[in-house]
Structures are given as C-alpha cells and as structure tokens.
Nanobody, 125 residues
C-alpha cells in the first residue's frame, strides 16, 4: 500500500505562483509514474501532468504547458508541481496519483493505483 500526502495548496492572485508537493510512503522502491490531476467545481477530474520515475519523462495537458513544471526527488520519493502564471481557471482541487507499473494510460485516471487526499488551489482574478 502506498500513501500519498500532498501539500502546498492555497490562495493566490492571478499571475502568481504556487508549488505543490506530494510525498509517497509505505513501500520500498519508487512508483513507476506519478502524476497530478485536478478537479474544478462542477467538473470532472482531469489530467494535468505526470512524470516517469526512472527516465524522468514528462507529460502535460495542453492548458498547462509552459506554465506548470513537474519534477521529482528520487531520494525523497517526492514529486513537485511548480505552477506559474496561474489563472482563475486553474482553480481546483489538485490530486497526486501514483502508478505501480508503467502503462499506456499515463494521462488517464485508469493508469493510477494510488491517490492522495487532494489540496485546494484557488486563483483569484
């Protein structure tokens, strides 16, 4: 079993920045892939970004490319999401997710086994 604990959410003005962290614990070895999904009020949860653990390959949803950066710290089993140039439409609960094995569903919820509890990000206009 893997536990994911997110931190770093909060309230920020449009154009500002936030950094989210997600620490994975409860197993030996790192997950294959870790990602961030988000769910805005009244909408379905959607993929934001992901990173493979061994090669560091990254994936981004088009709406966050150039503004969000995902990175990982192998020594801490932690993934980070640096969010710059935030927009009101980025307001959502952000969820960290981890996959046990590499799979073709990196950008879909079905590709992930473990989920964090979510952290709120609110961007005011």
């Amino acid at each position: 079993q893997v536990q994911l604990v997110e931190s770093g959410g909060g309230l920020v003005q449009a154009g500002g920045s936030l950094r989210l962290s997600c620490a994975a614990s409860g197993r030996t070895g790192a997950p294959a892939t870790m990602g961030w999904f988000r769910q805005a009020p009244g909408k379905e949860r959607e993929f934001a970004t992901a990173i493979t653990w061994s090669g560091g390959r990254t994936f981004y949803q088009d709406s966050v490319k150039g503004r969000f950066t995902i990175s990982r710290d192998n020594t801490k089993n932690t993934v980070y999401l640096q969010m710059n140039s935030l927009k009101p439409e980025d307001t959502a609960v952000y969820y960290c997710a981890a996959a046990d094995r590499y799979n073709s569903a990196t950008m879909r919820e079905a590709g992930y086994t473990y989920w964090g509890q979510g952290t709120q990000v609110t961007v005011s206009s």
